[in-house]
Structure formats: structure tokens, C-alpha cells
């Protein structure tokens, strides 16, 4: 039979620790504060330098921005000065046209008064007649086309019919020597009587051919 060993194993608490023969020896640094503050300014700037180059790069890309601001807002007020010069140029075209039409109304008039002097005689208006007759007349409805000035001839009619003072007939001067009861004179007093009538029947009726009749018949007599 084999015996068994009843010494239990003993367990030293708290066992002492062996401490190396080499052990390194412990300084303690002393630094003044000037030293301190002077290695804090140190380290400080050996970091600034590190990121010098971003800083650069942060100060290049703010003054890019700035251009980029001072170049939308150039744009801008060229666009502003361009809508400025689309509004002078707008409104020199409209004063342009203005001019123009002024132009051609006036070359218009002129036409339909030259046309007014040649045919005032045509309805016995006297030249020293005429001023007041244009002046009395209503030129609205006269027009110049193609063909010339057109619808004169209806506001010359209505013009002698509504100022009868605007016309007269001359009564052809009788030759000297003629006798006073010669045929002569008795053909004058019939064209005459003639003409009033037809003058008469112009301003009554205001018609085209009425004074185109009036008219011809004036032609005739005077030949």
C-alpha cells in the first residue's frame, strides 16, 4: 500500500520581490519658466510651419473667391448697362419711326395741297382764295396712292357748295369799240347762265361727274 503525502503544499502569501541588481536610475528634469514658455513658443512654431502651406493655400483660395464675387458682380452691371443701352436703343427706334411717319405725312400733305391749288380753278376758287380755302377744307378723306391723290375732287365740291364765297365767275371783259347789244355780248350773258347753272348743280348735288361738268364746261368757255 502506498502512502500518501497529507503535508499540504504551503503558500507563502505576500512573497518578497527580488529587485534587479541593474536598476536604472531616476533623474528628475528642473526647468525654469522662462525655459518652459520659451519651448511652448518653440513647439508652437515648428507646428505653424507644418501648416504654413495650408494657410497659404486657405489665403490663395479666399482671395480666388473674391475674383470670382468681383467678376459675377462686373458681369452683372454689364448686363445691367447692356439692358440700359437695349432701353436707349428701343427708345431712339421709336423716335426714329415717329420722325419717319412725320416725314411722310408731311410729303403726303404737300402732295394733296398741290393737288388743291391745281384744282381750285377747276371749281372757280381765286388764287387769293386759296389760303382760306384749306383752311376751311376737311382733308381727312383725301388720300395719295398709287395713282395719285385720290377723293380730292368730292371735297372740292363740298368745299364751294358749304362757303359759296370761296368761288366766283368772271365775266369775260367785253372787247373795246364792241357795240353793248352785239351777239357777242348775248353769247356771254348765255355761257353765263350757263355756268351758274352748272355751278349751281355741282355744289347742290356734290357729285364727281356734277363737277367734272362743271368744270369742262369752264374749259370750253374759255377757249
Given amino acids: 500500500m502506498s502512502e500518501v503525502n497529507q503535508n499540504p503544499e504551503v503558500v507563502t502569501e505576500n512573497?518578497?520581490?527580488?529587485?534587479?541588481e541593474n536598476k536604472p536610475e531616476v533623474k528628475m528634469v528642473t526647468?525654469?519658466?522662462?525655459?518652459?514658455?520659451?519651448?511652448i513658443v518653440k513647439e508652437k512654431g515648428?507646428?505653424?510651419?507644418?501648416?504654413?502651406?495650408?494657410?497659404?493655400?486657405?489665403?490663395?483660395?479666399?482671395?480666388?473667391?473674391?475674383?470670382?464675387?468681383?467678376?459675377?458682380?462686373?458681369?452683372?452691371?454689364?448686363?445691367?448697362?447692356?439692358?440700359e443701352l437695349a432701353k436707349k436703343f428701343e427708345a431712339?427706334?421709336?423716335?426714329?419711326?415717329?420722325?419717319?411717319?412725320?416725314?411722310?405725312?408731311?410729303?403726303?400733305r404737300e402732295k394733296v395741297v398741290n393737288?388743291?391749288?391745281?384744282?381750285?380753278?377747276?371749281?372757280?376758287?381765286?388764287?387769293?382764295?386759296?389760303?382760306?380755302?384749306?383752311?376751311?377744307?376737311?382733308?381727312?378723306?383725301?388720300?395719295?396712292?398709287?395713282?395719285?391723290?385720290?377723293?380730292?375732287?368730292?371735297?372740292?365740291?363740298?368745299?364751294?357748295?358749304?362757303y359759296a364765297f370761296?368761288?366766283?365767275?368772271?365775266?369775260?371783259?367785253k372787247p373795246i369799240g364792241e357795240p353793248s347789244n352785239s351777239p357777242k355780248e348775248t353769247a356771254d350773258k348765255t355761257s353765263d347762265q350757263l355756268l351758274r347753272e352748272a355751278a349751281e348743280k355741282a355744289k347742290r348735288t356734290g357729285r364727281t361727274e356734277d363737277l367734272a361738268a362743271y368744270a369742262k364746261l369752264q374749259r370750253e368757255l374759255r377757249k
Fill in 15 to 20: 512573497p518578497t520581490v527580488v529587485e534587479p
Fill in 92 to 108: 431712339e427706334r421709336n423716335e426714329y419711326a415717329k420722325q419717319l411717319e412725320e416725314l411722310k405725312s408731311q410729303a403726303q
Fill in 46 to 83: 515648428r507646428v505653424k510651419s507644418k501648416y504654413a502651406d495650408y494657410d497659404d493655400l486657405k489665403t490663395k483660395a479666399s482671395e480666388y473667391e473674391k475674383v470670382l464675387e468681383e467678376k459675377r458682380l462686373a458681369e452683372l452691371s454689364a448686363q445691367e448697362r447692356a439692358e
Fill in 115 to 162: 393737288a388743291f391749288i391745281k384744282a381750285a380753278p377747276g371749281v372757280n376758287i381765286p388764287a387769293d382764295r386759296i389760303d382760306a380755302a384749306l383752311k376751311l377744307a376737311d382733308l381727312s378723306a383725301v388720300t395719295v396712292g398709287e395713282n395719285g391723290v385720290e377723293g380730292l375732287d368730292a371735297v372740292m365740291g363740298t368745299l364751294v357748295e358749304q
Fill in 31 to 39: 526647468m525654469s519658466q522662462e525655459a518652459f514658455d520659451a519651448l
Fill in 166 to 173: 370761296l368761288a366766283e365767275t368772271k365775266k369775260p371783259q
